[in-house]
C-alpha cells in the first residue's frame, strides 16, 4: 500500500514518519505523477491558504480534486481538513479547497497560535481516548447528510469522516500514537 503526503508545506516528516511505522510505503507528493502513484493521501497541518496556492502553481489542484472526486481515500489533518471541506467560514478572499467532504469549517475557530491546546478525545471507532493537540485549529459547524462525526470538542465537530474522506482538526501525527493513522489506512484497504 503506497500512501502518499502532500509535501508542499506543513507536517510532512512527522505523518511519513507515523505512515512508515504502521508498515505503509509513504512518499512525499508534489507532483501530478507522485499523485498518480498513490492508493492514499494525507493533507498535513500547516497553513491552508498557502497549500492551495502552492498546489495551483504545482498544477496539483485539478489532479487532487479529481482523484478525491474519484474515490481516492484522503486524510486531512488542521489545515488538510480546510483543504477537503466543501465550505469555509472565515476563509481568505478567494481560497481555494479540493473539497469532496460535505461540511463548512471555520478556519482559525479555537484563536490564534497562543490559544492552541491539548485535550483528550473519545474518538468514535477506538478502544481509549486519544492525545488530541490543536494548533490554530478549525472546527467543524455544519456537516452534510452523509458525514459522520467522529470526536467533538467545545461542542464541535473536530473528527469526520464520509465514506474515502477522513479528517480531524487537530494534530494526530505529533504523538506516537498511530490509532488514527491505522485507520486511515484501513479506509484505503476498504476502497482498495
Known sequence: ????????????????????????????VRRPEELASVDGLVLPGGESTTMAKLARIFDL?????????DGMPAFGTCAGMILLADRIVDGAVGQETIGGLDITVRRNAFGRQVDSFEESLTLAGLDAPV??????APWVEEVG?????????????????QG????TSFHPEVDDDGRIHRLFLDVVRSVG
Open 61 to 69: 489542484l485539478e489532479p487532487l480534486r479529481a482523484r478525491v472526486k
Open 1 to 28: 500500500m503506497r500512501i502518499g503526503v502532500l509535501a508542499l508545506q506543513g507536517d510532512v516528516r512527522e505523518h511519513l514518519r507515523s505512515l512508515t511505522a504502521l508498515g505503509a510505503d509513504a512518499i512525499a
Open 131 to 136: 492525545h488530541a493537540v490543536f494548533i490554530r
Open 145 to 161: 447528510p452523509e458525514v459522520e462525526v467522529l470526536a467533538t470538542a467545545a461542542g464541535h465537530p473536530v473528527a469526520v469522516r
Open 164 to 167: 474515502h474522506l477522513l479528517a
